[in-house]
């Protein structure tokens, strides 16, 4: 799996096109061939995804059972607005217009890496949702994480 990593600043070009950052790039796994799904994410963000990855979720999808409705619901929600998108011979991508209206994106964003995915904010939203508390951060890693093993056990 794919261990994406890092903040970048960025700015839309007035085509709605964005340069992936080098140190994006080199992260990302050669079998993707410079090709990604750009779809709707939580939050009111816009994910990308390396195409292996996406091929990765989809498989998992594929085996929800589409005669339960909220498995319906839920991949129709999950696949509103994908996108194929792939780099420019510039290193750039393209937004599609819909998307940039739904994530609110206008000249800059922020693209955040982790796990198998790109989150592209709107700079205002992701400055807004990044500014929570220290105490409020630690009471949430607390709650995420105070349950999992503490380390290795000791004898």
Not at 52 to 59: D, L, M, P, Q, T
Not at 80 to 101: E, I, Q, Y
Not at 125 to 136: P, R, V
Request: a negative charge; aromatic letters at 10%.
């Amino acid at each position: 799996m794919t261990s994406l990593l890092g903040e970048y600043e960025c700015k839309l070009d007035s085509k709605s096109r964005f340069l992936l950052p080098a140190g994006l790039r080199k992260q990302i796994d050669p079998s993707a061939k410079e090709q990604f799904v750009m779809n709707r994410g939580f939050e009111g963000c816009l994910v990308l995804y390396p195409v292996n990855e996406w091929e990765k979720i989809s498989k998992t999808l594929r085996g929800l059972n589409l005669f339960v409705a909220k498995n319906r619901t839920f991949y129709r929600q999950f696949h509103n607005g994908a996108t194929s998108v792939g780099l420019d011979n510039n290193g750039r991508v393209l937004v599609p217009k819909t998307l940039m209206k739904f994530a609110d994106i206008d000249k800059e964003a922020v693209l955040f890496a982790y796990a198998d995915r790109i989150e592209l904010w709107a700079k205002e939203k992701y400055d807004a949702i990044m500014e929570q508390d220290s105490e409020a951060f630690a009471s949430l890693a607390e709650e995420v994480m105070g349950s999992l093993d503490e380390g290795p056990d000791i004898d």
